[in-house]
């Protein structure tokens, strides 16, 4: 049951009406129904397996949900995504556990996903030229361009966290999930991928960011959901929902 019921109107990219998913009798997503806002940053948080993961894997078509829809675009043109249907969202996200092609080099990595849409086309050279120059480009943005012919393999942790940020900037999109693409980096990796946030933010990018850093998701989020058990605990604007008393309780700690 969700315990704030929101009555904003809202220009909602994604809308998730009643959707549960199962895993063995595991209620990852439990009727969760909730409205993700167009040209926003959405953060969902909530304690480890709360659903954060799994709503995200939903969303993307990487898992079938069990009951309920799920639509994109708003209330024009209504579009139920069918299960195991990537073609909505691509490949436009990041995974908890980064998942890169190990044995390509760098910028493989990158070129895989710019060519993977129309193989065909990436066989003429001025295709293959302007996948080059985008290439190098995110690659440069996020530091990564001394590194192209490295393995992916090879990578540090940090390293291997931009490369999968600079695949989904390759990756042309309206909708960008991140799933705690923060955890585990030094500050000035923080900084730039928050810059990154940003910027897709300002291109009119709508992003779905999944965080345990508070201080991150106060500095980024326009709106927040929370987690608990496969549902809603709270939603609300960043400040609202990070001083509210049942969400201290349940995630935040005393
Ligand atoms: N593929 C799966 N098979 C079985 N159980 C799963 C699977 N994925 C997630 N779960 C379970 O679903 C619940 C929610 O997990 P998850 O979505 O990963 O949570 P979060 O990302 O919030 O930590 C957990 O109980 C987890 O063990
Ligand atoms: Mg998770």
Known sequence: MNTILKTKKITP????????KNFDGVRAVDDLSIEIEKGKITGIIG??????????NLLTGMIPFDTGSVFVNGSKELFKIKAYDISVFGSTRTFQDVRLFEQMTVLDNILVVLTERNVASA???????????KAKEVLEKMGLWGKKNELAVNLSYGQRKLLEIARVLATKSDVYFLDEPFAGL????????SEIIKEL??????VILIEHDMSLIRELCDYVFVMESGNLLAEGEPKEVLGDKKVIEAYLGE
């Open 13 to 20: 990219i994604i809308s998730v009406r009643r959707v549960t």
């Open 47 to 56: 304690p480890n397996g709360s659903g954060k993961t799994t709503l995200i």
């Open 123 to 133: 066989l003429f050279e001025k295709h293959k030229k302007f996948h080059n120059q």
């Open 186 to 193: 030094f500050p000035e990796m923080v900084k730039l991928i």
């Open 201 to 206: 933010k300002q291109q009119g990018k709508t």
